[in-house]
């Protein structure tokens, strides 16, 4: 392995290492903005410029490969004076519109000009003008004149989406990202161009002048939207909520995750959070008499809901729970335990297909978009499609007395005709979920539960990993998590469930379901750890942020 | 008409596209030569002979050739660079087009030298009789068995394609070039890999340009020290000097490479119009730093011009005599490198555009004296920073016009007219 000296420091690595790499290694940050660990490496905005001894020129840092014995200065006073002017020929047909410009806050035109821009421009002649604000696909905007042409876009639909929608046309400094004629960029995973712009270039078309970025706050989240369980950040405008339309949550953004996601997440995914503030909302426990829904407290409905349950099971009739997994290993073990000692309920189905197959693709996107189907596997749970299928057909035939249903719109799975016939023969059914629809409407108690963004937990994903995500914003109005709303009711039938925390679920999960033994939530970190298989539970190391300024 | 002297010239005159005037002087009998040596024989006898690269690197050639990886799995090109686009460069149009066949024996031998049976001729896109007269003597050779299946009766193949650019500077850059001839944007690729280990569709790939191989031939039949003899120390032979600008006799010139520069102007050239004084001569096209009248005594040859600051470059020596606008002359010159930028890497695209439109100002009359340190500080943002010598191609020239000439602009900065006698008392008096 070479050993090279990076600004004094004398450090070992590994083979084929560049010298960018070696240095992010040794904490020392090159700038950067056509490099990006996820894409090829090509060279072009020479601002990774650094001086090597026994090279006549100044070599980029993102492609030399670090050689045994090399001397590396990265803060020279010839490397930061070429940085200096690469920035400043950046600048030379900016715009320098910060004001107006969506990605101010989170600009690497910003970040390096305060780090070592010139504050003295001596740039006066007129400006090269571009195309503005061209909407190049559902999701993205272009600013032209923003662009500093680094191609990390044109990059990212080659390499990644492997769609190649986007080109640079022109030549010299009238070159110009554009779509390539009669393309729009339209693929799913357009959005990500958004994020690797290091400029304002890209925008997203749904976040753009809905709040200024320095008002956001960050949480380490999952998406939910398959059972890739990508990992991501929800961005939340709590303090300022008369800003982004009354939204809480402003966007998702991927989180790196060699393991699930490398550097990506889909549009799908990252526009699957709009349910969160919808009007849908279900905010408050609801009882539903003469086809009208009536609020109610929550000790009421489960007062009530205990009352008509535990009838059911005195008289020897059949109580029935479809579970979802929608819902994280917390709110499932929860429900196991509710159905196995309080219900005495033992077959729980929590699958439903939908009537048309959903779209996937051999990268990210799954069939499956369900992001818990695997953890409600290992807890025990029925996740075949056809146990709800036998689950209706029963209460078709009269034989079940009360259902608990558990987020799911069974129209989606089910013709019109096959749930209505079946939730008829039903006494009551209880309906517990965070949004209005269909199914909701034909429950005569429905229970409000909260959003993933809203509560702590975590998923297992396809793979069997078993990621964290926290709240990022509260509950709306009076839902719950469904664990809470479960130990609630356990109490009601006189069960303690000794939980206060999700953490404490999972602490007890972990103790009792094997899959999960030796798991917590410090362990788990920030990449999630597989399942328990043969034993010991792996883990993964400490995760590298990408694009993280080590400033000086 | 008296024979002319030379190696090529004699060829172009005598109209050597069609075969039979080729034969005529001797023609292909070098290439059976090589044919009948080892490759490694003809890369040692080129090498011997200090051929180095014409289209204006001045890379020796043979080294070059040697760089190609011994028996490699993959499949090695010759790439004929004919992209001949540097301004004040207009040679290599009078080799295709009149000592064709001598190309043709060039590219043979060369590509029996480094293992290709396939070789390409990048042709510049306004080259577009040029390249009509090229493909009708590779027609012509493989009519007579001189290319294909069997090169010269043969155990050898070689097949030769004719690609037309679409006429931009920047292909004329090898790895540019590559990329246009697999039929991508002409953007250059980062070095390393270099062409002959990783080139043309990835395969190792040597690119040469057309002089230089159409000296190849005579290298072959008149032995290396033959060639090297005419020319100094680490570079041989003769090449084509390209005179334009103000001399009574504007063309090509045939010379060794040890003649000075005063006398490719003076004796061969016919001098300077009107008997003018020479205010700044370009030596090697647009991108070469000019030299003063006082320093003309110098061979126009790679190293001697190399240790003036300037290059020898493709060749293509313009003259300017002691009326011309230096500012004038630059703005065109860094119009051009501006234009022709592919736009990848930011100093070019941004500095070249800056420097345009900084000297069009000037040449407005709205200079300011801290524009000239502000180009100065600019081209030297460009120098060495770029991916691609193109960069370097259009810093050079302001740089260099700025070291020898600053007073020219300096007093369009400041008096908005071009440099006199006047202007020296006034700026020792301000």
New interface residues.
């Given amino acids: 392995m070479p050993t090279i000296t990076i600004d004094g420091k004398e450090l070992t690595v590994d083979e084929g290492k560049t010298v960018i790499q070696a240095a992010e290694e040794a904490g020392i940050y090159i700038p950067r903005y056509c490099y990006h660990p996820g894409l090829r490496i090509v060279g072009q905005c020479r601002i990774c410029l650094v001086e090597i001894e026994k090279m006549p020129k100044l070599q980029v840092a993102c492609y030399t490969r670090v050689q045994d014995g090399m001397v590396v200065h990265v803060n020279s006073e010839k490397a930061k004076r070429a940085r200096q002017q690469v920035l400043e020929f950046l600048l030379v047909n900016h715009p320098i519109d910060c004001p107006v410009c969506d990605q101010a806050g989170e600009c690497y035109l910003q970040e390096y000009y305060m780090q070592f821009g010139l504050y003295d421009p001596k740039m006066i002649e007129d400006k090269n003008k571009k195309h503005k604000a061209v909407p190049v696909g559902p999701h993205v905007m272009l600013d032209s004149e923003r662009c500093i042409l680094c191609t990390r876009c044109v990059r990212f639909c080659d390499e990644i989406s492997k769609t190649s929608e986007l080109g640079v046309f022109n030549r010299g400094d009238r070159s110009e990202l554009l779509p390539y004629p009669g393309k729009t960029l339209d693929n799913p995973y357009s959005a990500n161009v958004v994020d690797i712009c290091p400029v304002g270039a890209l925008t997203e078309r749904d976040f753009r002048f809905k709040v200024r970025v320095w008002y956001l706050d960050e949480t380490k989240s999952v998406c939910p939207g398959c059972a890739t369980g990508c990992n991501i950040e929800i961005h939340t405008s709590k303090a300022r909520p008369y800003k982004n339309e009354g939204r809480r949550i402003a966007r998702l953004k991927p989180r790196y995750n060699p393991e699930v996601n490398d550097y990506w997440i889909c549009d799908y995914g990252r526009y699957g959070f709009l349910f969160v503030d919808d009007d849908s909302r279900i905010q408050q426990p609801l009882v539903q008499k003469d086809g009208q829904f009536n609020e109610v407290e929550w000790d009421n409905a489960l007062y009530m809901i205990h009352g008509v349950l535990n009838q059911a099971l005195e008289n020897g009739k059949s109580v029935r729970i479809l579970g979802s997994p929608q819902m994280s290993n917390e709110d499932l073990y929860a429900l196991k335990r509710f159905g196995n000692e309080v219900l005495e309920i033992h077959d729980i189905p929590v699958t439903v297909k939908p009537l048309e197959k959903p779209y996937s693709d051999d990268f990210l996107i799954r069939e499956d978009k369900n992001p818990n189907t695997r953890g409600a596997a290992l807890l025990g749970f029925d996740t075949d499609h056809a146990a709800t299928e036998k689950l209706l057909a029963d209460c078709r035939n009269g034989g079940v007395h009360s259902l608990i249903i558990f987020h799911h719109d069974l129209f989606k799975g089910f013709a019109a005709e096959d749930v209505r016939s079946a939730l008829d023969k039903v006494e009551t059914v209880i309906f517990v979920g965070s949004n209005m629809q269909p199914t909701a409407e034909l429950a005569t108690y429905i229970l409000p539960a909260c959003t993933w963004a809203e509560k702590d937990g975590t998923f297992t994903n396809h793979a069997g990993r078993v990621q964290k995500f926290d709240a990022a914003v509260d509950p709306l109005e009076n839902s719950l998590p469904e664990w809470k709303i479960l130990r609630r009711l356990a109490k009601q039938f006189g069960h303690a469930f000794a939980y206060f925390e999700a953490e404490d679920v999972f602490r007890d999960m972990a103790k009792k379901v094997p899959a999960f033994a030796g798991m917590s939530y410090r362990a788990l970190g920030d990449r999630g750890m597989v399942i328990n298989e043969n034993g010991r539970p792996s883990q993964q190391a400490e995760v590298k942020e990408e694009l993280t300024v080590v400033s000086k | 008409m008296a024979e002319t002297q030379g190696i090529l010239m004699p060829l172009i005159q005598s109209e050597c596209q069609i075969l039979k005037n080729y034969r005529d002087r001797g023609g292909y009998e070098a290439a059976k030569k090589a044919l009948s040596m080892t490759p490694d024989e003809v890369i040692q006898e080129v090498q011997a002979s200090n051929l180095r690269g014409l289209g204006g690197a001045g890379f020796p050639t043979g080294r070059k050739w040697a760089f190609v990886p011994k028996n490699s799995p993959k499949p090695v090109y010759l790439v004929v660079n004919c992209d001949e686009s540097e301004p004040g460069t207009f040679k290599d149009k009078y080799i295709i087009t009149k000592a064709t066949h001598a190309l043709i024996e060039g590219i043979i031998i060369a590509s029996y030298a480094i293992g290709a049976h396939t070789a390409y001729i990048y042709i510049r896109g306004e080259y577009v009789r040029q390249a009509e007269v090229l493909e009708q003597a590779i027609q012509e050779a493989y009519d007579n068995g001189i290319l294909g299946k069997k090169v010269l009766g043969k155990d050898y193949a070689l097949d030769v394609y004719v690609h037309r650019g679409a006429g ?1 500077y ?1 292909c004329g850059e090898e790895t540019a070039l590559l990329e246009s001839l697999e039929g991508k ?1 002409g953007w250059p690729r ?1 070095k390393p890999p270099f062409p002959a280990i990783e080139g043309l569709f990835r395969c190792p790939t040597i690119v040469n340009n057309v002089e230089t191989l159409s000296y190849v031939p005579f290298i072959i039949k008149n032995g290396a020290r033959w060639f090297a003899e005419m020319g100094t120390e680490r570079s041989g032979g003769m090449r084509l000097y390209c005179v334009s600008g103000h001399v009574n006799k504007p063309g090509v010139y045939e010379l060794p490479v040890t003649t000075t520069l005063r006398e490719i102007i003076y004796e061969h050239a016919g001098g300077v119009p009107g008997n003018k004084k020479i205010k700044a001569v370009v030596p090697g096209g647009s991108s070469s730093p000019p030299l003063r009248p006082e320093e003309l005594d110098v061979p126009a040859e790679f190293d001697a011009l190399m240790k003036l600051g300037t290059m020898a470059g493709s060749g293509g020596i313009i003259v300017m005599d002691e009326d011309t606008c230096l500012l004038e002359i630059l703005t065109v010159t860094t119009h051009f490198y ?10 070019c ?6 420097m345009d ?2 000297l069009h ?1 000037m040449l407005h009359g709205e200079g300011r004296i ?1 524009d000239v340190d ?1 180009l100065e ?1 600019i081209a ?2 460009i120098m ?4 691609c010598p193109l960069g370097d191609a259009a810093a050079m020239p302001v740089l260099g016009y700025l070291k020898r000439f600053r007073e020219e602009f300096e007093s369009h900065a400041l008096y908005k007219k071009c440099f006199d006698g006047e202007f020296a008392e006034l700026k020792a008096a301000s």
């Fill in positions: 931009a920047i944007k980062m501006h234009h022709e930028s592919c736009g990848q890497c930011t100093p695209r941004e500095g070249t555009g800056w439109k900084i100002r801290e502000h500080e030297n943002g060495g920073n770029t991916i």
